[in-house]
């Protein structure tokens, strides 16, 4: 049984894209929503691409569906949020690249041709909400500020891995996505280390992280496994990706509410 602090923060992360996220209320709370915006930048893409390979695809067009609101909804809020003009511009020129974006998503049913486009907005939408994030994390005095945007990236790691991996599934992806897939890999498991090694760390986070590590396995085996014609592999990615995800929000939670 998972202790009640775990299923609370769960209850109130784990709604991704639902109203229990609160408005910003403090630079923390900023850098924890800017970085999930590089999140639902990758998360969109995989689950645009899982659609169009009919993989679990009543739960991917929900998963889009709902990742496309929060992506909406949050980018107002650090709009509104953006503490300089720097970081004003910076999501002033995201919130053109994302209508960009949004419009592939959901002008037309998925489509490989559109899946290109939606492979190369999603990078252009990725570099813009990681460079608000990175501004804001500037921001901060404190050393969790850093572990903010570090957990938070990690939750965009873990849906890199898995779009760049439906991407090639379906024949769609560039040549560069097997060494970016390969890349994220590595910067997830170096970025793991740096946390599990965190000295501010709680026993709470210290057993998340732990819980982490186990998601990790699964995912990277499921990585591990070629596509070819069985569709059980890509089944598999979309799963454990957004397992990993689960975890990594509680994570990304704690660091937020340790503040200091």
């Keep these: ?69 929060q992506f909406d909804r949050q980018l107002v809020e650090l709009k509104n949020y953006g503490s300089t003009p720097e970081i004003k511009a910076t999501y002033m020129k995201l919130e053109k690249v994302w209508l960009a974006y ?15 486009k939606v492979l190369e907005l999603s990078e252009q939408v990725l570099a813009l909400a990681h460079e608000g994030t990175v501004q804001l994390e500037k921001l901060s005095t404190t050393t969790s500020g850093r572990l903010v945007n570090i957990s938070g990236r990690q939750r965009m790691l873990s849906q890199r891995m898995a779009k760049f991996y439906q991407a090639m599934a379906w024949g ?10 390969e890349k994220a890999r590595k910067d997830f498991s170096a970025a793991h280390q740096e946390l599990t ?26 990585l591990n496994q070629k596509t070819g014609g069985d569709k059980r592999a890509l089944i598999a990615v979309a799963t454990t990706s957004e397992r990993i995800l689960e975890e990594m929000e ?11």
């Design 1 to 69: 049984m998972k202790p009640l602090w775990r299923l609370l923060l769960t209850f109130g992360l784990l709604a991704i894209g639902g109203e229990a996220l609160a408005q910003i209320g403090d630079l923390h709370s900023a850098i924890n929503k800017a970085g999930r915006e590089r999140m639902l930048s990758q998360r969109m893409a995989k689950a645009y691409f899982q659609i169009g390979q009919q993989i679990e695809v009543e739960r991917s067009k929900k998963l889009l569906d709902i990742s496309i609101a």
């Design 172 to 181: 769609i992806g560039d040549a560069a996505s097997a060494s970016e897939l």
């Design 102 to 116: 949004k419009d592939v998503l959901l002008g037309a049913a998925p489509s490989p041709a559109n899946g290109r």
């Design 197 to 222: 090694s965190a000295p501010s760390n709680t026993p709470q986070i210290v057993d998340a992280l732990q819980l982490v590590q186990q998601q990790r396995l699964f995912f990277e085996n499921a």
């Design 250 to 260: 509680i994570v990304v939670g704690l660091y937020e509410k340790r503040g200091g």
